[in-house]
């Protein structure tokens, strides 16, 4: 039943108005896009470029307008991640922890798993004093 309602997600939409022309086009790239599992060891290879520091204190990251899909709803998420840490002798510039955030976010999780796998990655990366997200 929940295929064919997928299918069926435009019957009462007039395809024929300017306004919805290509929208299913649009909507199939967009459901693509969200739901592309890009594999953990990919993401760390692509952004995990460190550069040495002596910075000993905290440093607080704030990534705005990250959205992730939903898997019970399929609806997005919108999401503000805090990632707070102490450096080990390595950081990471500023951009990469939006990009892994965007990147991870690309496949349907529960935000725990999500919060997890972004941990994870950047403990990786960083192997920080402390860290959390």
């Not at 760390?44 to 019970?72: A, R, W």
């Not at 002798?89 to 990009?99: A, D, Q, V, Y």
Request: some cysteine; overall charge neutral.
């Amino acid at each position: 039943m929940a295929e064919k309602g997928a299918i069926d997600v435009f019957k009462n939409v007039d395809l024929s108005d300017p306004h919805f022309n290509r929208t299913p086009l649009r909507m199939q790239r967009w459901l693509e896009e969200y739901t592309t599992l890009i594999p953990l060891e990919e993401i760390k290879e692509k952004y995990c470029v460190t550069f040495p520091s002596n910075h000993q204190g905290e440093v607080k990251i704030v990534v705005n307008d990250t959205y992730m899909l939903c898997p019970h709803h399929f609806l997005p998420v919108d999401m503000k991640i805090e990632i707070v840490y102490v450096p080990n002798g390595r950081i990471l510039g500023m951009s990469k922890f939006s990009r892994i955030a965007r990147d991870l976010a690309r496949y349907p999780r529960v935000q725990e798993e999500y919060t997890n796998l972004l941990y994870e990655i950047l403990h990786s990366c960083l192997q920080p004093k402390t860290a959390k997200c």
